[in-house]
């Protein structure tokens, strides 16, 4: 419920309806049309339990606000009892994620060391667990739970952490402390999702393996028709290697804009282009159908 941008793309590679935004007043919101809850920039952990940590999110609409504003919806769409939205959300399928990158973004770029923010994982993987408890307990019966891209590998990070250690990057020129980091959090999300099966063995839950999707664009990046010379280069953006510059966004007059964004990976530094998550999406739809045991 982070990264409303992909939904979309999901949405559109799977074949179905673009999901409204919850807080949109002409949103379409009947049977057959998802809803969106996500909000951008929104973190797993509450803005005031990220505050006190001195980390400062530029939303208070974290995950917990996210549920909070589904279980609105649901009351407004289940009328009699609670058999009624089990009955009605039973054939649904939840997306809770991917989120979790903004919160440790945040930590980085408020000056946390990486011990620092790798004792957030537990916490931010424990904020994901308990929102899937949540959509379980509405009712929900197929549940798709994202994990972290390889961070390293964005420009926010190959901009914002650049060093002349060479030791430090990997063969796709990511930083690997970073995409480390990703793994340690994805490692502990697949070992909650397990626990979760566990304790739910009429739900079905997968793991959308955001990570070596995108691992699978840079391996592939030339093949897939992007320049393999700006494969970590934001398309929408200013300054230095990778066409990033915190004080100089994508959007801010002066920035200019690649002629080809379907030549690159990264839009502005942060997001994806649109064919880059087109493909994450279709990988991620290979990868997790025949887990989700969809009715014909």
């Known amino acids: 419920m982070e990264k409303s941008s992909r939904r979309f793309l999901f ?8 999901p409204d935004a919850y807080l949109n007043p ?23 339990f990220l505050s006190k940590k001195r980390i400062f999110p530029p939303t208070y609409s974290s ?3 996210q549920l909070d504003w589904m279980f609105s919806h649901f009351n407004s769409i289940c009328f009699s009892d609670e058999k009624d939205c089990v009955e009605k959300l039973k054939n649904s399928l939840f997306m809770v994620g991917e989120i979790g990158v903004n919160d440790y973004t945040y930590a980085f770029f408020n000056g946390k060391t990486m011990e620092e923010v790798k004792n957030m994982v537990p916490d931010v993987v424990q904020a994901i667990r308990d929102a899937v408890k949540r959509v379980i307990g ?34 796709f020129h990511c930083l690997k402390g970073f995409n480390n980091l990703s793994a340690y959090h994805n490692d502990h999300l697949k070992q909650a999702i397990e626990e979760l099966k566990r304790e739910n063995p009429n739900v079905v839950i997968a793991y959308a393996d955001y990570y070596n ?4 664009i840079l391996t592939n990046a030339r093949n897939l028709g ?22 100089k966004m994508c959007g801010t ?3 200019p ?13 942060v997001d994806l282009t649109q064919k880059a998550y087109q493909y994450v999406a279709l990988w991620i739809i290979d990868d997790i159908l025949p887990k989700l045991r969809c009715p014909a």
Request: with cysteine; charged share 15%.
């Open 213 to 216: 999707a995108f691992q699978w």
């Open 226 to 247: 992007f320049d393999a010379k700006s494969t970590q280069k934001a398309c929408c953006g200013a300054g230095g290697d990778y066409g990033y510059d915190a004080m």
């Open 26 to 48: 002409n949103g379409t919101f009947t049977r057959g049309h998802g809803v969106n809850f996500a909000v951008a920039s929104s973190t797993a952990l509450p803005a005031d």
């Open 138 to 171: 509405y009712g929900a019966r197929r549940v798709v739970v994202p994990g972290n891209v390889p961070i390293g590998c964005f420009p926010i990070y190959l901009a914002g952490f650049q060093t002349n250690n060479t030791d430090a990057y990997d063969k």
């Open 257 to 269: 804009v690649c002629p080809k964004p379907d030549r690159y990976i990264s839009w502005d530094g």
């Open 11 to 18: 949405a559109s590679s799977a074949g179905v309806p673009f």
């Open 253 to 255: 007059p002066g920035v």
């Open 63 to 65: 995950l917990s606000v």
